[in-house]
């Protein structure tokens, strides 16, 4: 009888996690778990009977020559290309993240009117924003060059999005601009649970504002800021919408995500497809890891 | 006169940064008034107030559907990840048993991994299952990305919530579910709310699954459909008609992000930090 009582909580708690379970295992674990078999296979779209090719989806040597994912060129030029947009943007919408939460923190009648506004880039589809900023950015009809042109910035139009100079830059900028608000809810929420003792009193003793942010503020912002930039790190590195839209498949600007993609539903090849989607998911699980680690050393070292 | 001025400073800090957020929405509201030979013009003001690319659109069979995909698709996304959030956030915020550091563990990784890393098994799941090119196919794989994250958002919520309550409510005699649905779900309304509205934006502008998982436009959502209007040369891309669609899909995002915008912020951050 005891025994029983004490089981009930945890069989209902079974009970009540059970759609979760069969949501989550149906879209996510046993579709994670076929693309790891699948990347060991000879798959194809039009083909599900499939024999095990071992690591040849990766990599794989024949007469002097190296076939698989690891010996494609345009596969590293795809990693290249995520970890500079994921490094550049990543930084920059730390930084201006950072500036506009200390902003939006300000007590200020009317301030929840800016941070709605903040918000919008984050809230709208991507697919509309990069479009509208395709168009901006026109080589022939956009506003951008047209602008720079009259202040003399620019001596002719650039194509900013083809252009394979300026292209990584381009979706870099609007990514920018489009998460950057993510940022910012997420490090404003950090400098709200700052308890506000800690700036008046360094402010009382007379310390300068830009000490106090640096010396008071950001230590204790520093476990939202990982976190955050943890977020936005996984997450800019699978990226897609924003390139795929601007640029289509370029091989300047494709992604990791982009060059899967591709490999799938243009070559119909899921097994190389497979393999590329693993490699992507061992470097992020790889982040993940280390950042957890770290954490862990850092709070038993009591930081 | 440093208050009036640090007030001034303040609004214009804040007028530089709304002009950086709206100035490719500005453009893109311009453009859609703007068609036939006009739309491949530089323009920085209205000067006609042509609605024809809206007409055309919401006339058309093709993106009417599109837009009728994407609501069905959202909506039901969203009200599957509340249901199954309220359920799994309650057993992870208010039981203890053996196993819910492993759940809540799991749940945090799958939130985390790269949406293409499901891809290709998702295809191959999907074909099985034969929901290719259908909105079904959206709707399952939206939930693999809405659901990990709002059972986090739900479990923090739910914990903020006294526990005095349902213990009482327990004492009186009522089960787990009824302490949920009379008790916990009414306090949690707001967070009901925010969740559908959050699981809402997701699925509403999801890409990848969307135009991976969609081949005619009986299954196409609305960003799909956008990202299909196209030309060969630049004189033939519709412009006009890319940014009325454009802003077709978002103005409901934009009222929702005002109305809800303390109840997102909080949302998101409850997601993110407290777990």
């Not at chain 1, 040597?61 to 690891?70: K, T």
């Not at chain 2, 859609?32 to 919401?58: I, M």
């Not at chain 2, 939130?111 to 290709?120: G, H, K």
């Not at chain 2, 299909?228 to 412009?239: D, I, Q």
Request: hydrophobic fraction near 55%; charged fraction near 10%.
């Amino acid at each position: 009888m005891l025994k029983n009582v004490h089981r009930r909580p945890a069989i209902s708690a079974w009970l009540l996690l059970l759609p979760l379970i069969a949501a989550v295992g149906a879209t996510a674990a046993w579709p994670l778990g076929r693309t790891f078999v699948m990347s060991f296979t000879d798959a194809t779209l039009g083909n599900p009977v499939t024999s095990f090719v071992g690591l040849r989806n990766y990599f794989y040597y024949e007469d002097g020559q190296a076939y698989g994912l690891f010996a494609d060129p345009e596969w590293w030029l795809a990693v290249r290309n995520t970890v500079v947009f994921a490094a550049v943007s990543v930084s920059l919408e730390t930084i201006f993240g950072l500036l506009l939460a200390l902003f939006l923190n300000i007590e200020m009648p009317g301030r929840n009117i800016v941070r709605a506004i903040v918000l919008i880039p984050w809230a709208i589809p991507t697919v509309a924003s990069s479009k509208a900023w395709a168009w901006t950015l026109n080589e022939q009809f956009g506003v951008i060059n047209d602008m720079l042109l009259r202040l003399g910035v620019i001596s002719s139009s650039v194509a900013w999005t083809a252009s394979s100079s300026t292209s990584l830059l381009t979706v870099i900028m609007v990514d920018v601009w489009k998460t950057t608000p993510f940022m910012t809810i997420l490090l404003l929420a950090g400098l709200q649970s700052v308890p506000r003792e800690c700036y008046e009193a360094s402010r009382i003793d007379g310390v300068p504002p830009l000490r106090n942010f640096f010396f008071v503020t950001l230590p204790l912002l520093v476990p939202t800021l990982s976190v955050a930039v943890m977020f936005r790190t996984i997450d800019a590195l699978g990226v897609f919408d924003v390139i795929y839209i601007l640029t289509s498949n370029n091989p300047a600007t494709i992604s990791m995500t982009g060059y899967a993609r591709r490999m799938l539903v243009d070559f119909q090849d899921l097994g190389g497809g497979s393999a590329a989607s693993v490699t992507l998911l061992v470097i992020t699980g790889t982040i993940i890891i280390g950042q957890l680690m770290l954490r862990r050393y850092r709070t038993e070292r009591g930081e | 006169m440093t208050a009036m001025r640090y007030k001034i400073l303040y609004w214009l800090t804040a007028t530089a940064i709304t002009a950086v957020v709206l100035f490719p929405i500005y453009f893109m509201f311009i453009s859609s008034l703007r068609s036939g030979a006009e739309q491949f013009q530089v323009a920085y003001f209205p000067s006609v107030l042509r609605l024809e690319n809206y007409s055309r659109l919401l006339t058309d069979k093709d993106f009417l559907g599109a837009l009728a995909n994407s609501i069905v698709v959202s909506t039901s996304v969203a009200l599957v990840t509340v249901m199954v959030s309220i359920l799994a956030g309650y057993a992870i915020a208010r039981i203890s048993f053996t196993g819910r550091a492993l759940v809540s563990g799991c749940l945090l990784a799958i939130s985390m991994f790269p949406q293409v890393a499901a891809l290709p098994g998702l295809f191959n799941t999907i074909q099985g299952l034969g929901l290719y090119n259908s909105v079904g196919a959206l709707i399952f794989s939206h939930l693999m990305l809405t659901v990990p994250f709002t059972v986090w958002v739900f479990a923090a919520f739910i914990r903020e919530i006294p526990v005095d309550l349902d213990e009482s409510a327990m004492m009186d005699g009522a089960g787990r579910l009824r302490t949920l649905f009379r008790i916990i779900v009414p306090i949690l309304m707001p967070a009901i709310a925010t969740t559908f509205v959050l699981a809402f934006i997701i699925s509403w502008n999801e890409f990848l699954y969307a135009l991976t998982f969609s081949l005619t436009p009986v299954s196409r959502t609305v960003p799909v459909a956008i990202s299909l209007l196209s030309g060969t040369t630049p004189r033939e891309v519709p412009f006009g008609a890319i940014n009325a669609a454009s802003v077709i899909i978002t103005v409901p995002l934009v009222i929702v992000a005002f109305i809800f915008q303390k109840r997102l912020v909080s949302g998101l951050s409850a997601g993110a930090i407290k777990g």
